[in-house]
């Protein structure tokens, strides 16, 4: 059930190192190639499909297809964040009926860039 | 060539895993000790890594009006056919209602009704709008001043003698490999998915219930350090929707739907009924619908056509705060809950102490059997039912024994290992990679070996879950040899590398789990741990605790058994 990049959205966060998707992807399944400046999926057959890569994507250009041998196509789900306390969902089936939800959330908004993680004192110790 | 370079860290705590138990244990030592230094190391970024990634519905494990301690421990010693630790399950009960309330108050939506209590979904459930459950704790860790190490794997405890003074660990985004010494440690990584072959394969193997990325970490850790596991073989077989694999409760509890089987018979309560029919103990709801399929009356489903179109909407709302590919799945297949039942199925076997009980034995502190060294959540064993709220709770116990100990205890132990024997362990399999080079395994062939023994001589799926000795034997015997396969394992890259660590741990947890399994000569699950040779419960014998210690010189795994306390008196078959 992976994820897909559409390369004619993504635009690899422009000079982000980490990327939102790159950075909160549970599995590290997703990482950005430098050269296409699109970010990429290592492999379809490890995606969770859990939407932490989808949800903060600035270009919406994520998206979660059901494997082929579990559910036909066009169907379609994806999200966007309304605000910090609403999450809309639109869904299509496969006859192209839309569906939409908004949902009560606490989301806590994903800067394209985080700061470097602060630095570590090496303590020097020999084990 | 790869140039690592070596960094060491010293901290006062040290949390491997920053998920549901972790975050809470960090929160907790902090709060009580702002002078602590906490240190969390996570192999994904804490704000969405393991099991609450994708969010979530409902809190579990919850004291509803009337309910206490005593009654909810009852009632999971009977969920478990009347074997597990009283004193575990009830001392994390009695601090559900200070983690919901606590979580709450760092932002998390709990629905209220009417009268401004939380609502209900069952007897220990409340409905929660929980879609950023994992970055509110998260950023609740941060804001407490743990510090956090994103993108780092732990590989192996630091050891002296039986004290643990740290770990060792790599980062999967730089050429770094870390020497951890800390005054205490708490691990906190999760359960095990992977150990058998997929519900579904090719590009859709990760199609699981429990996180695909849990891989027995903090299992193989401790069993490789020698620690004391408990109830391996208590595997957990969930019910699950067809397919995509998400959680039923939302469905049987969250809108009371029936189990139906295909000639639509309410079989649980036909065939099932002075086991509590449709709420019967969870093991049953897994042997059931399992009985139902092998002896021609599946599929089996949750029957949810009473729904009104308000009622489906809620549903599909409940999943997409948790399970968004269940909506897909029901919109990619012209299936309406409201019209059609939603059909059931049993996953792959993971080994998990937050729904079942396997994993480290633990004292009422979540103290391990290794000295400085405390587990919390799925990894800890002895406590089912523990679920979110029980897993927060036993981070906050965690972290507050620990803390205890690091008042009495202010060096650092002296750790044996030469971290130059870990470093070469850990890093071989990409200084090896040579793609001119045939005899190499990459870590996702390796995974499958695993797989393929388990399933077929373990209790997997295609063979309806049951077992007996003479298949396990087999199994024993071929997972044997996979260690000295070791030096074939291959990384083209640091993301290889964890999953060549990941499937070592899953060779060291499936190894403990098979001879779990041939040990306990009886069937306490049904479902969970069906002996074809054993058939029956033995509560004459088996009223206990099988538990294994491993040495890692002799490479033998010890088995032994502890006995079960009754605390609570009553009828352990009811609750």
């Known amino acids: 059930m992976p994820v897909y990049v559409d390369n004619n959205k993504c635009d690899g966060c422009k000079a982000s190192k980490n990327p939102p998707c790159v950075r909160l992807c549970p599995g590290d399944l997703l990482y950005k190639d430098f050269t296409t400046n699109k970010a990429v999926l290592r492999d379809k057959a490890e995606c969770w499909d859990c939407y932490a890569c989808v949800k903060p994507c600035p270009q919406d250009a994520l998206e979660i297809k059901l494997s082929y041998q579990i559910g036909f196509f066009s169907a379609s789900l994806r999200p966007e964040i309304l605000s910090d306390e609403k999450i809309g969902w639109s869904a299509v089936d496969t006859k192209g009926k839309v569906e939409r939800f908004e949902i009560i959330t606490k989301y806590i908004p994903v800067p394209v860039d985080e700061p470097e993680s602060e630095e570590f004192v090496d303590s020097g110790a020999t084990i | ?575």
């Open chain 2, 1 to 575: 060539m790869h140039q690592i370079s070596e960094e060491y860290l010293d901290t006062d705590v040290l949390i491997i895993g920053g998920g549901t138990a972790g975050c809470l244990a960090a929160v907790e030592i902090r709060e009580k000790s702002p002078k602590t230094e906490v240190l969390i190391i996570d192999k994904g970024h804490i704000d969405r890594s393991g099991c609450l990634a994708g969010g979530m519905n409902a809190i579990n494990a919850y004291l509803n009006r009337n309910e206490t301690p005593d009654t909810f421990t009852r009632f999971v010693r009977a969920d478990n056919m009347g074997l597990v630790r009283e004193d575990l399950v009830k001392t994390q009960a009695e601090l559900f209602e200070y983690c919901v309330k606590k979580v709450e108050s760092w932002g998390l939506p709990i629905k209220k009704g009417e009268d401004g209590k939380y609502l209900p979904r069952g007897r220990w459930n409340i409905q929660i709008n929980g879609e950023s459950i994992k970055p509110i704790i998260a950023s609740a860790a941060r804001r407490a001043g743990a510090k956090v190490l994103n993108w780092v794997c732990a590989t192996n405890f630091i050891l002296d003698e039986d004290r643990v003074c740290g770990a060792f660990a790599f980062s999967i985004r730089q050429n770094t490999f870390y020497v951890i010494r800390a005054k205490a440690v708490i691990i906190a990584t999760g359960g095990a998915a992977g150990l058998y072959r997929p519900n579904n394969p090719h590009d859709a193997q990760h199609k699981t219930w429990y996180s695909p990325f849990n891989n027995g970490a903090g299992y193989a850790m401790g069993i490789r350090a020698g620690a004391e596991m408990t109830s391996y073989e208590m595997r957990y077989i969930a019910l699950r929707t067809k397919d995509v694999i998400a959680p039923t409760g939302t469905i049987a509890l969250g809108v009371n739907a029936p189990y139906v089987n295909g000639r639509g018979e309410p079989f649980m309560e036909i065939r099932w009924k002075e086991y509590g029919g449709d709420r019967a103990a969870t093991p049953i709801r897994a042997y059931a619908p399992i009985l139902e399929i092998k002896e021609g009356r599946g599929p089996v489903y949750l029957d949810t056509r009473h729904l009104d179109r308000e009622g489906v909407r809620k549903l599909k709302e409940a999943f997409l705060d948790m399970y968004p590919g269940q909506v897909l799945y029901w919109i990619a297949n012209e299936l309406d809950p409201g019209e059609h039942p939603v059909e059931v199925q049993l996953t792959e076997p993971y080994i998990v102490g937050g729904h079942c009980q396997s994993g480290y034995w633990v004292d009422i502190d979540r103290q391990t059997t290794l000295s400085g060294l405390y587990a919390a959540g799925d990894v800890a064993g002895g406590a089912p039912y523990k679920f979110i709220s029980g897993c927060w709770a036993e981070g906050v116990i965690a972290g507050r024994a620990a803390l205890k100990s690091i008042r009495e205890e202010k060096s650092f132990g002296q750790g044996k290992v030469e971290s130059k024997t870990e470093f070469d362990r850990v890093y071989s399999p990409l200084f090896r990679y040579d793609p001119r080079q045939m005899y190499l395994v990459p870590p996702y062939d390796f995974e499958t070996r695993i797989q393929k023994i388990l399933e077929e001589y373990a209790g997997g799926a295609s063979t309806f879950f049951e077992m007996n000795e003479e298949r396990l034997v087999v199994a024993r015997k071929h997972l044997s040899l996979l260690p000295g396969q070791y030096s074939y394992l291959c990384a083209k890259d640091l993301h290889e590398l964890m999953l060549c660590q990941e499937v070592i741990n899953r060779v060291d947890v499936a190894r403990v789990l098979v001879e779990h399994l041939i040990f306990r000569k009886e069937t306490r699950w049904p479902g969970y741990q069906t002996r074809l040779d054993y058939p029956a419960r033995d509560d004459e014998n088996w009223l206990k605790f099988v538990n294994s210690t491993y040495d890692a010189v002799s490479d033998k795994i010890t088995l032994l058994t502890r006995p079960y306390e009754q605390i609570l008196d009553g009828d352990r078959y009811h609750g």
